[in-house]
């Protein structure tokens, strides 16, 4: 059975305070590994897409890593405006339709 | 919100009463989805559409089914709503099924 896990559930940082979130998973044959972003009343919002290991994109000061077993999203100098639930999601074993499946989730806050 | 629209944005509603929500996109994409976000359980697939009358299964189908009638809508059903139906639901998007791009969500009561 496919399955994404987060950690940590919630990670509380002061401004300027660099760190890293973890998504590891368990999917045979990995077809890509999203991230998205979510703040509180709204849908995710896309981040990043990975394909192989070795792999990383970044945006402003996030940066998103790929290994065989698992993803870092690492975080440096943050902004309270990066508080949000950071997800990460794979596709479905199998198939051509990328059903994803989506981990719980990071909280994370930024303390100014 | 990548052209995608939900409606209604919030819900209340009686246990045994039927619901629809409705997603409509200006994108032109082949794919549709419907998810429900709970505290404790993250984002899981309702239904899926790949094109116009074409829909399959996700992980938590039962007491949902859905239309996809135009390329641009894909509605949700709730024939008969349990209190265990209160939930988000999200509708996303996707081009050839890789990235997926959601809607604000709708928030559904059910007393």
């Known amino acids: 059975e496919d399955q994404v896990t987060q950690s940590p559930e919630a990670l509380r940082l002061q401004e300027g305070e660099s760190s890293s979130l973890n998504c590891s998973y368990t999917?045979?044959?990995?077809?890509?590994l999203f991230w998205y972003r979510q703040d509180p009343g709204k849908g995710p919002e896309f981040l990043f897409t990975?394909?192989?290991a070795g792999e990383e994109k970044e945006k402003e000061r996030l940066k998103a890593t790929l290994t065989k077993k698992e993803s870092f999203l690492h975080i440096t100098a943050p902004k309270p405006e990066d508080s949000a639930t950071y997800l990460c999601?794979?596709?479905?074993?199998?198939?051509?339709?990328?059903?994803?499946?989506f981990g719980k989730g990071t909280l994370l806050t930024v303390n100014p | 919100d990548a052209g995608i629209t939900q409606s209604p944005r919030h819900k209340v509603t009686e246990t045994g009463t039927p619901v629809t929500l409705r997603c409509h996109q200006t994108e032109n994409h082949r794919y549709m989805y419907w998810y429900r976000q709970d505290p404790g359980h993250g984002l899981r697939l309702i239904h899926y559409?790949?094109?116009?009358?074409?829909?399959d299964k996700g992980e938590v189908s039962d007491g949902y089914s859905v239309s996809r009638s135009k390329t641009e809508d894909f509605l949700l059903t709730l024939e008969s709503a349990t209190s265990s139906q209160t939930s988000v639901y999200f509708c996303?998007?996707?081009?050839?099924?890789?990235?997926?791009?959601f809607g604000p969500g709708t928030r559904l009561t059910v007393l």
């Open positions: 990975l394909y192989s």
């Open positions: 999601a794979v596709p479905h074993s199998g198939g051509s339709n990328y059903k994803l499946t």
């Open positions: 996303a998007i996707s081009e050839e099924g890789v990235e997926q791009f």
């Open positions: 999917v045979s044959g990995l077809r890509g």
């Open positions: 559409s790949y094109g116009v009358k074409d829909t």
